[in-house]
């Protein structure tokens, strides 16, 4: 595998749609290569910056069907997008025309909501959603372990105090903690994995002011977290002592409530 070949799959790696097989051929070049570890900073760093300003749609089969064809016009290997960088970096001329144009049809469609949004609890949320299956596939290899060990490192890089935090039980254990950005919010990002090998994140952050609506609250023994459902995924969100608490499980409704009132009952 050469840097070309793993250039053009940047993208799909860090979306986590590459099969273990290819990630792992991936990585192992990538530990090797400073230039394609560059290439793939940059392609975290772009899609960091999309999913922290702006949130998240789902785009109708027309627009996706007229971003593939123009994507798929210029492509010198059927099936296989270049990666952003690949194609800015080392890409022939003829593929600019076609990426340029792809952003447009984008940025016509889709730039007055992406850009202009001014819902903070839509922007969280969807952040959150973006950043599950990140976590949750970085996650999928990790045995469960003490969950004591986890969560000193991670606190000490916080500046806000988040115990006491649910540690997992005999059901659900906790995988992988850590810190991250969500939405411009710094937080502690926990994940979770059930007895099924469904995995759930719970994002705790200074509430700084969020505003959680009421309608689309529902009633959780004597709690009223806001609900919804996106991308097929459980969202919570509510406050407790000062943090707002983002958690999104895969599961159903009753799966979602039942981890939400163990988290809860700890703090």
């Not at 025309?97 to 940025?107: M, S, Y």
Request: proline content about 7%; glycine content about 8%; some cysteine.
């Amino acid at each position: 595998m050469d840097c070309q070949d793993v250039q053009e799959q940047l993208e799909e790696l860090v979306q986590g749609r590459l099969a273990a097989g290819s990630a792992e051929d991936l990585e192992a070049h990538l530990a090797g290569c400073a230039s394609c570890r560059e290439a793939l900073e940059v392609q975290r760093a772009v899609r960091a910056m999309i999913r922290a300003g702006a949130p998240r749609y789902t785009a109708p089969p027309e627009l996706r069907a007229r971003i593939g064809a123009r994507v798929g016009a210029g492509a010198e290997r059927p099936g296989r997008a270049r990666s952003v960088w690949w194609v800015w970096r080392r890409g022939p001329r003829w593929a600019l025309p076609a990426l340029a144009g792809t952003l447009a049809v984008l940025l016509a469609v889709w730039g007055p909501s992406l850009w202009t949004s001014r819902d903070p609890v839509g922007r969280l949320v969807a952040g959150g959603l973006a950043e599950y299956n990140e976590y949750a596939r970085r996650a999928a290899p990790r045995p469960a372990t003490d969950p004591a060990a986890l969560l000193r490192p991670m606190q000490s890089q916080l500046d806000f105090p988040i115990e006491p935090v649910f540690p997992g039980d005999s059901q659900v254990h906790l995988v992988s903690a850590q810190v991250s950005d969500l939405a411009g919010r710094r937080a502690a990002t926990l994940v979770y994995r059930d007895a099924a090998g469904r995995y759930s994140t719970l994002f705790l952050m200074p509430e700084a002011g969020l505003a959680i609506p009421e309608q689309g609250r529902v009633p959780i023994e004597a709690y009223k977290p806001y609900h919804r459902v996106a991308e097929g995924k459980q969202v919570f969100l509510w406050k407790q002592r000062n943090l707002a608490c983002l958690l999104v499980i895969d599961g159903s409704e009753a799966d979602g409530a039942a981890l939400f009132l163990k988290i809860r009952k700890t703090a």
